[in-house]
């Protein structure tokens, strides 16, 4: 069974401040990962994607991929009300995405 | 613009009923999805499909079925509905390999009483 973990939360930071979500995979044969963002009572849509080792920047969100250690994180940075949300981590499996369970982030203003 | 629709957003259905719920995507995509999604389970794959007429089992297969005769268009069907089926249905669609970002529609709230 291929798995991606992520930590349910909720993640609570201030308004201004980095928030930091976290995620682990099992299958090494992964090779590229995704974040989408999922208010509540919507569906989950893509924030950013990431293939290679080492950092990508999109605005306020930076993700983070670690294949050696099989960890993926997203950053944001400026963290807003706006951004409170539930955040699914997801990692490519052949034609399929895995996904985690989501992390719940709660920005207080 | 990228665009993942489904039938109906909220259905309110009888147990033993035979329940449709329909997808279409004007993306001209390849792969399209079924998932649902409860509380603290996240999202789980029930079918794909690959190519039109082609489909996979996802993780949940069981009592669900799901058709695709059109590219753009993937229909997810439950034979005879049961409580346990209360969920968020999810439909998603991506390109071939190299382009294998899941665009979601709004998603179905469908109901078992």
Redesign the interface.
């Known amino acids: 069974q291929k798995e991606v973990e992520q930590n349910?939360g909720p993640l609570s930071v201030p308004e201004g401040a980095i928030a930091s979500l976290n995620c682990t995979y099992s299958d090494r044969g992964s090779q590229?990962f995704?974040w989408y963002r999922q208010y509540s009572g919507?569906?989950?849509?893509?924030i950013m994607?990431i293939y290679s080792n080492g950092d990508k920047e999109d605005g306020r969100f930076t993700a983070q991929l670690n294949k050696a250690s099989q960890y993926v994180s997203l950053l944001i940075r400026d963290s807003q009300p706006s951004d409170s949300a539930t955040y699914?981590c997801?990692g490519?499996h052949g034609?399929?995405?895995v996904?985690?369970?989501?992390t719940i982030l709660r920005v207080k203003s | 613009d990228v665009k993942v629709t489904q039938s109906s957003r909220y259905l309110v259905k009888r147990t033993g009923e035979k329940v449709f719920l329909e997808c279409v995507q004007d993306m001209d995509h390849e792969n399209m999805f079924w998932y649902r999604q409860d509380p603290g389970l996240g999202l789980r794959l029930i079918y794909f499909s690959y190519d039109v007429k082609m489909k996979e089992k996802g993780d949940i297969p069981e009592g669900y079925s799901v058709s695709r005769e059109k590219k753009e268009r993937f229909s997810l069907i439950l034979e005879s509905a049961s409580t346990n089926q209360t969920s968020m249905y999810l439909c998603a669609s991506s390109g071939v390999q190299g382009q294998e970002t899941q665009y979601f529609g709004p998603g179905t709230r469908l109901l078992v009483l």
């Not at chain 1, 919507?42 to 893509?46: A, H, Q, Y």
């Open positions: 349910s590229s995704f919507k569906s989950p849509e893509l994607f699914l997801a490519r034609n399929k995405l996904f985690g369970a989501g």
